[in-house]
């Protein structure tokens, strides 16, 4: 079986499905979690992400990324469902345009740290 890798995000995000999903799939098989893994990756904006960061972590900035873990161990269907990477798209864009970073390598470095999160 292969990974799943479920993306949610708002209308107005801007970025491509495709290249989210490679970068989410890169950044699971740096931890060599090769198959049977589902992952959901959600986006959102500044005001959520800050929320979140408030209710969960009790601290009062945006964050890039934040991890929602739910399981390490397979459920009865052989699928590991880790849980959730949410990344603010606003920040993601500040830094393309602020820190002259490329799209693609701010993803790849923010999926691998949000599934370090969920594995920690």
């Known amino acids: 079986m292969k990974n799943v890798i479920l993306i949610k995000h708002p209308k107005n995000w801007g970025l491509d499905e495709k290249e989210v999903i490679s970068k989410a799939e890169n950044a699971l098989s740096f931890f060599k979690l090769n198959e049977n893994v589902e992952l959901s990756v959600v986006f959102v904006g500044r005001k959520m992400a800050k929320d979140l960061n408030m209710k969960y972590r009790q601290k009062e ?47 790849e470095e923010w999926m691998i740290h949000g599934v370090e999160n969920l594995l920690k």
């Open 61 to 107: 900035y945006i964050p890039q990324v934040l991890g929602f873990p739910l399981s390490k161990e397979k459920d009865s269907d052989g699928y590991i469902r880790l849980g959730d990477v949410v990344i603010c798209t606003q920040k993601l864009k500040y830094e393309m345009k602020f820190l002259n970073k490329s799209r693609k390598k701010i993803l």
